[in-house]
């Protein structure tokens, strides 16, 4: 079992900047692939940002150049820097790990969640 904690939060300025963080603890002594998503309400869990064992990462092109996952492997933390952020946002973004992950983006393929961290974007 693993725990996932996210925090960083917030309510900011159009253009302005946040760091999540996502703190593991349990069994993490595996090569996890580990994300972010981000959910409103009335929509579906979207992919953010993926981060594979050997540390390739992928974005999703509507955050491309402004958004950067990270992990402190010995802090066992993930990170997410968002820059430049815009209204639309505005989520609940959780953090999620798994072992076998065939399509980094989809939601069902990790095994593990935290409860979120709200970011608004206010114009």
């Known amino acids: 079992q693993v725990q996932l904690v996210e925090s960083g939060g917030g309510s900011v300025q159009a253009g302005g900047s946040l760091r999540l963080s996502c703190a593991a603890s349990?069994?993490?002594?595996?090569?996890?692939?580990m994300a972010w998503f981000r959910q409103t309400p009335g929509k579906e869990r979207e992919g953010v940002a993926a981060?594979?064992?050997?540390?390739?990462?992928r974005h999703d092109d509507s955050v491309k150049g402004r958004f950067t996952i990270s992990r402190d492997n010995a802090r066992n933390t993930l990170y997410l820097q968002m820059n430049t952020l815009k209204p639309e946002d505005t989520a609940m973004y959780y953090c999620?790990?798994?072992?076998?992950?065939?399509?980094?983006?989809?939601?069902?393929?990790?095994?593990?969640w935290g409860q979120g961290t709200q970011v608004t974007v206010s114009s």
């Open positions: 999620a790990a798994g072992l076998a992950i065939s399509f980094p983006f989809a939601p069902r393929h990790y095994d593990y």
């Open positions: 349990g069994d993490t002594n595996h090569p996890y692939y």
């Open positions: 981060i594979y064992p050997d540390g390739r990462t």
